[in-house]
């Protein structure tokens, strides 16, 4: 069941994902060779307490597993819910996926971006610029009428038009008062099948090869789209 959202609730979760896009941003100035994405959790934590937030997936319990750190940051081959850790050291040509997720005032905001580390290469530029795309693709299918399946269709037709794949596992979600799923499409280099690493959180490619996701969290207006979580 979709719960419809009050002008007011609107802006309250406006300004929750507008402290995302903020600290994201913040965080991914940050990216370099040398530095650890522990480094980059603890700054986005510091960040998020200085606005008078709480960081939205820290104590986020599924399945009995408790999500240990403010931020998810996925490396490479890992697609989503990457665990930062003070031994993970980024290096020159990684691709960083940050996602990211605030509540202010009982609302969420919600969104994720990925970043290169340092010289990226072509494919992983291409992979990124495909990825935006389709996200900027399936934003734009938002309209009041039309149908999810309308928004999965234009992401599909973008990432696949340009030979890459959707991870099949994990899609968008709802958001407001409660942290469920906000378009996110996860674009891999290779095939879509992924599996969940040892630590209970982490997914990464099943083939290995490089994976990218791009969120925002958008409202369905009379005008069309309203991105909440726009810089």
């Known amino acids: 069941m979709i719960l ?8 309250r979760m406006r300004r929750s994902s507008a402290i995302v896009a903020e600290i994201l941003a913040a965080v991914a100035s940050r990216v370099r060779p040398g530095v650890t994405t522990g480094e980059l959790d603890a700054l986005a934590e510091e960040l998020t307490r200085k606005k008078g937030a709480k960081p939205a997936f820290k104590g986020y319990v599924v399945g009995g597993r408790t999500f240990p750190a403010s931020i ?7 697609v989503v819910h990457g665990i930062p850790s003070r031994d993970r050291v980024l290096r020159d040509g990684d691709l960083v996926g940050l996602d990211f997720g605030v509540c202010c005032d009982g609302y969420f905001g919600d969104a994720a971006r990925t970043v290169s580390v340092g010289r990226t290469s072509p494919e992983a530029q291409r992979l990124m610029d495909v990825t935006a795309a389709s996200l900027a693709a399936g934003i734009e299918a938002i309209r009041s009428g039309a149908h999810i399946a309308d928004i ?57 090869r490089l994976s990218a996701h791009f969120e925002h969290s958008v409202a369905v207006t009379a005008n069309g789209p309203y991105i909440l979580s726009q810089p």
């Open 152 to 208: 999965s269709g234009a992401i599909q037709d973008v990432a696949e038009g340009a030979g890459f794949s959707l991870v099949r596992e994990f899609v968008g979600h709802g958001i407001g008062r409660s942290l469920l799923l906000a378009i996110e499409p996860m674009v891999n280099a290779g095939g879509p099948e992924v599996y969940v690493k040892d630590d209970g959180w982490t997914a990464a490619t099943r083939d290995g």
């Open 4 to 11: 419809l959202k009050s002008p007011e609730e609107i802006e």
């Open 72 to 78: 998810c940051i996925s490396v490479n081959d890992e």
